[in-house]
């Protein structure tokens, strides 16, 4: 359905969001916006029943935009735009087959999630969670030689898995530390990309092998699922550590869990799970060599205004039938 000239358009805004975001929408004069104004996840029900007729959809990671939510908001449906940049929650078949547009946030939350991921790799083979612990604990006597040692970055080889934006500013970040050897593997060699910390395009069995830090920055897709099993476990070192924060369905957890407990490899740092939350009951969380983060890469105030300002942007944009600051190829 058309809409006149002043009719506005219908826009559901899936979560409460940094409100610079709400603000540009609501004065924009193009759309009326109904919101989802809480912290917490908006219920499947609900989210179905507002949907229906918007024109635009406002969502987060956590909205799985499947058939069943396309059907439910029928054809009025225009453009979505996800405050992420990740868009596995995103049917993208079901997506284009309906000529709707859909705008993504990358690049503002590059340097968030490269310092995050420097953090959680520093965090875990530094041991920081556990020595904290045992300085609250009593466990802290004397100093001792042998005490609290983990593994640093100087002299090592760093493995990237996906050079991409986040992939790259990790190795930016790194280099400094004295890395000796950046290995990277993707599906096909980036050598532009990779002449910036002078990466070596191996194939991921080589990368497994050679790395005494393995950081992941693939986006999650049916090859990617799983990647990182026992089999590649089997490869590492028993000295190396895996850091996380792209998604957790990339490491196959019951794999990691034996990985880490009989000694396969050091230690691991994970931003992502399966799911989110990950329960407090569950394995890896008693583990002493893994650090389990909530998901907060891309968790700065000023990263997730500029997440929600340019979400809010590729939504008008896309109302508008103008072209997105950062839109999709699909
Ligand atoms: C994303 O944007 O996909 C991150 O996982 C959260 O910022």
Known sequence: MKRSQHQLAKVYVSRRVPQEGVNLLQDSGICEVTQWDFDETVPRSELLKQVAGAH???CLLTEKIDKELLDAAGPNLKVISTMSVGHDHLSLDEIKKRGIRV???PDVLTDATAELTVALLLATSRRLMEAVAEAKNG???TWKPLWMCGYGLSNSTV?????GRIGIAVGQCLK???VKKFLYTDFE???DIAAQIQAEYVPLDKLAEESDFVTLHCALTPETQGLYNKDLFS???KTAVLINTSRGAVVNQEDLYQALTTGQIAAAGMDVTVPEPLPTNHPLLSLKNCVVLPHIGSATYA?????????ANNLLAGLKGEPMPSELKM
Do not use: E, H
């Not at 990263?303 to 979400?311: E, G, H, I, K, P």
């Open 56 to 58: 635009g959809l406002f």
């Open 103 to 105: 705008g993504y946030t």
């Open 139 to 141: 466990g802290w006597g």
């Open 159 to 163: 493995g990237i898995v996906g050079l």
């Open 176 to 178: 400094p530390f004295g």
């Open 189 to 191: 060699p980036k050598p």
């Open 235 to 237: 490869k590492m070192k």
């Open 303 to 311: 990263t997730r205004n500029a997440m929600s300002v340019l979400a």
